[in-house]
């Protein structure tokens, strides 16, 4: 079966600072995707960021990026110069058919 | 705004009744996606629909649920019996799945239900 950790329940950045969220999967597929999801408070869900399983290049979408590392199973993704907009809780999904989520990380940015 | 949209967006029921929520998905879409989302985890997948087929149900959704999408347009899900483990968000999504590669899924704002 598919799962997906995120070891961080809450993190929390300063403003204009960089953060790191982190999200492990287990699979042994090798074809899938990778998503990290915002969802802010009292709003719906949006899309981050989506990494293919098959490209070895990491994703980069403005201030988000994230580090695949396929072997480890691992899948971090890095804010940078975050922003008060950025508060939200953040999701790590797996999708090989139907979409697996983690718990979430709830982040926090200091102004 | 043409986005998915999710009717209601809070009910409040007592153990034991029925409720039902609907879903409209983003038009032209083919895909609508049920999720559970309860505090403090990320959505579990329930089901979802190419159009009007459902094409699997995840064994969360016990005999007491059931969906529909009977036009292939808005679905309902609706939940039979309400018990206090019923107490969640229940995201819809929708996405345009063209037969292969990726479809990107686009969520609703969900319905929160309370079961007292």
């Known amino acids: 079966a598919q799962t997906v950790t995120q070891s961080q329940p809450e993190m929390s950045v300063q403003e204009a600072e960089t953060v790191t969220l982190s999200c492990t999967y287990d699979?042994?597929?090798?074809?899938?995707?990778l998503f990290w999801y915002k969802q802010p408070p009292s709003r719906q869900m949006i899309l981050v960021i989506r990494q293919e399983a098959y490209k070895q290049q990491n994703a980069t979408e403005n201030r988000f990026s994230v580090n695949f590392q396929k072997a480890a199973k691992s899948f971090s993704l890095k804010i940078s110069d975050s922003q008060l907009g950025d508060a939200a809780m953040y999701f790590c999904?797996?999708?090989?058919?139907?979409?697996?989520f983690g718990a979430g990380t709830r982040l926090t940015v200091k102004p | 705004d043409t986005g998915v949209s999710q009717d209601p967006r809070h009910k409040i029921t007592k153990r034991g009744q029925n409720v039902t929520f609907r879903c409209d998905p983003i038009?032209?879409?083919?895909?609508l996606y049920w999720y559970r989302q309860t505090l403090g985890q990320g959505p579990e997948f329930l089901t979802y629909?190419?159009?009007?087929?459902?094409?699997?149900k995840s064994r969360l959704l016990s005999d007491r649920f059931s969906a529909e999408r009977p036009k292939g347009s808005f679905s309902t899900l609706e939940i039979q019996r309400t018990e206090q483990g019923d107490s969640a968000m229940y995201l819809c999504?929708?996405?345009?799945?063209?037969?292969?590669?990726?479809?990107?899924?686009?969520f609703g704002p969900g319905t929160r239900l309370t079961v007292l």
């Open positions: 699979t042994s597929e090798s074809d899938y995707y």
């Open positions: 038009s032209e879409h083919n895909r």
């Open positions: 999504a929708s996405s345009l799945y063209s037969g292969s590669g990726y479809n990107e899924q686009f």
């Open positions: 999904a797996y999708r090989r058919n139907d979409m697996r």
């Open positions: 629909f190419q159009n009007e087929a459902q094409l699997e």
